[in-house]
């Protein structure tokens, strides 16, 4: 599975992005999507992530109610619409795909390369 990220770039605190993940190389369909980031100076963290079935998402505590994970299955795509961001917001954020997700401790076993969010303050 090879997936693509984009929508990455500048944005004021308060302001929106859009990022896309685009599969290619496997079922899109059967797999559990997610999005993480990482930080300069931190480790990886979770955001969130979305089952193959389209319904259920997770998103930790920090992002509920401003970002939103979604997929097209037409276009085997996952997005992550963030909107009132947040100068801590800012990371490289990486897409994510396995055909299991195992909750808090979930490590994928496929990724994309990252896309660089920068949030203004």
């Known amino acids: 599975v090879q997936l693509q990220a984009s929508g990455g770039g500048l944005v004021q605190a308060g ?22 980031r990482q930080a300069p100076g931190k480790e990886r963290e979770f955001v969130a992530a979305i089952r193959s079935s389209g319904v259920i998402t997770y998103y930790t505590d920090s992002v509920k109610g401003r970002f939103t994970i979604s997929r097209d299955k ?33 490590s994928p076993r496929y990724w994309g390369q990252g896309t660089l969010v920068t949030v203004s303050s």
């Open 74 to 106: 037409a276009k085997n795509t996952v997005y992550l619409q963030m909107n009132s961001l947040k100068p801590e917001d800012a990371a490289v954020y990486y897409c994510a795909a396995d055909s299991t997700y195992t909750g808090s401790n979930w």
């Open 15 to 36: 302001g929106s992005l859009r990022l896309s993940c685009a599969a290619s190389g496997g079922t899109f369909s059967s797999y559990q999507m997610g999005w993480f």
